[in-house]
């Protein structure tokens, strides 16, 4: 079983940076690719970010290209979401998903965290 933590939400103003980071443990971080998505209230989980188990390839939501980057650190068994000139829109809670399989964008990764709150102030 795989556990899934994720940190570094909080409230910003527009323009300004978070780190996101999911801490995982119960399997080893290599063999999972990973994904972060997004729920704003009212409104369906969307995905915002994936990469695969090596690193090397990894995947955006036209809304996150540009200003998010997605990375992981294999032998710290976490995985970061770098988020960028934030905007209002962004406001959402932020979950971090792992599979076994390759990226996805659809919703059926197998582990999912309790997700993280980012609030974006204009």
């Known amino acids: 079983q795989v556990q899934l933590v994720e940190s570094g939400g909080g409230l910003v103003q527009a323009g300004e940076s978070l780190r996101l980071s999911c801490a995982a443990s119960?399997?080893?971080?290599?063999?999972?690719?990973m994904g972060w998505f997004r729920q704003a209230p009212g409104k369906e989980r969307e995905f915002v970010a994936g990469i695969s188990k090596s690193g090397f390839s990894t995947t955006y939501a036209d809304s996150a290209k540009g200003r998010f980057t997605i990375s992981r650190d294999n032998a710290k068994n976490t995985v970061y979401l770098q988020m960028n000139s934030l905007k209002p829109e962004d406001t959402a809670v932020y979950y971090c998903?792992?599979?076994?399989?390759?990226?996805?964008?659809?919703?059926?990764?197998?582990?999912w965290g309790q997700g993280t709150q980012v609030t974006v102030s204009s």
């Open positions: 998903a792992a599979r076994t399989g390759l990226i996805t964008s659809r919703n059926d990764y197998d582990y």
């Open positions: 119960g399997r080893a971080l290599s063999s999972l690719t």
